[in-house]
């Protein structure tokens, strides 16, 4: 049984021999994850001979994406169009980053943005992978008046409050390789406060490496790691953990292997 399952990586920022040498490893399975409205064609030409790689489809609030929202969901759309269906498995990311955008002009064009992903969502009945950074009251507040959406809260990057209140709108929450830094108390004990069928587990790679590869590019092989330290926080076996996110994994997003 193929153990480990990244809910969150970023294949086409990797080199190529690395991605296709991921399940040589303990990989069980990667989520391939969208960050601009013309990518999916790519990542799917790329990584499709993968079986064990899906893909989501989504815009990353930047600058350029949010001012002219209309426009790159209209070009997002074209390209979820023409994707095999049976890959296509999450809307996202997508979501509010108020690290990155604080004028209010950009924070107009974000939540546009974010709510036109949630609209395709619940349209084509597909999971949405939440992208939130210091913006928890107001992410909140946007996905409570999309009931019929859930999704996951990617890389989860705040404290118990804010988990639970998103856990009461329905949403898993996943957790990085920040998770493992020392500075991570408050996700540490977020971590903890989960429910089991309510968990998952990403890289986020090319981006926050845990410790001990910290500084360098994450690739999905590095996630043993979180594994590793998340099993130990909720005193479970590494092997219970990595079954339930298979579990987790195929009941949100129907990946299942």
Same mark, same amino acid.
């Given at each position: 049984m193929f153990r480990f399952i990244d809910t969150h990586a970023h294949l086409s920022k990797l080199p190529r021999g690395t991605v296709g040498a991921l399940f040589d490893a303990d990989i069980g399975g990667i989520i391939d994850v969208g960050t601009n409205?013309?990518?999916? =064609?790519?990542?799917?030409?790329?990584?499709?001979?993968?079986?064990? %790689?899906?893909?989501? !489809?989504?815009?990353?609030? =930047?600058?350029?994406?949010? #001012?002219?929202?209309?426009?790159?969901?209209?070009?997002?759309?074209?390209?979820?169009?023409? #994707?095999?269906?049976?890959?296509?498995?999450?809307?996202?990311?997508?979501?509010?980053?108020?690290?990155?955008?604080?004028?209010? !002009?950009?924070?107009?064009?974000?939540?546009?943005?974010?709510?036109?992903?949630?609209h395709v969502?619940?349209?084509?009945?597909?999971?949405?992978?939440?992208?939130?950074?210091? !913006?928890?009251?107001?992410?909140?507040?946007?996905? !409570?008046?999309?009931?019929?959406?859930?999704? %996951?809260?990617?890389?989860? =990057?705040?404290?118990? =409050?804010?988990?639970? #209140?998103f856990l009461n709108l329905g949403y898993y929450i996943s957790f990085a390789g920040n998770l493992t830094y020392k500075s991570a108390q408050g996700l540490r004990e977020a971590l903890c406060f989960i429910p089991d069928d309510r968990l998952l587990l990403e890289t986020d790679s090319p981006f926050l490496a845990p410790v001990p590869f910290r500084g360098k590019d994450a690739t999905p092989a590095m996630i043993v790691e979180t594994y590793k330290l998340a099993a130990e926080l909720r005193n479970s076996s590494v092997e219970d953990l990595a079954d339930t996110i298979r579990a987790n994994s195929a009941a949100l997003f129907g990946f299942r292997l």
């Open positions: 409205a013309t990518d999916l =064609s790519d990542r799917i030409a790329a990584f499709r001979a993968l079986d064990r %790689v899906r893909f989501s !489809a989504g815009i990353w609030p =930047s600058t350029e994406a949010i #001012a002219e929202p209309m426009e790159q969901m209209r070009l997002l759309e074209q390209h979820i169009t023409a #994707a095999p269906p049976e890959l296509l498995v999450a809307i996202g990311e997508c979501g509010l980053d108020h690290h990155h955008n604080t004028e209010d !002009a950009n924070l107009a064009g974000e939540r546009e943005l974010l709510e036109l992903h949630l969502a619940q349209r084509l009945n597909l999971p949405i992978i939440i992208h939130t950074r210091e !913006a928890a009251d107001e992410t909140r507040s946007i996905l !409570a008046q999309y009931p019929a959406v859930h999704g %996951v809260i990617h890389c989860f =990057s705040y404290d118990v =409050s804010a988990a639970r #209140a």
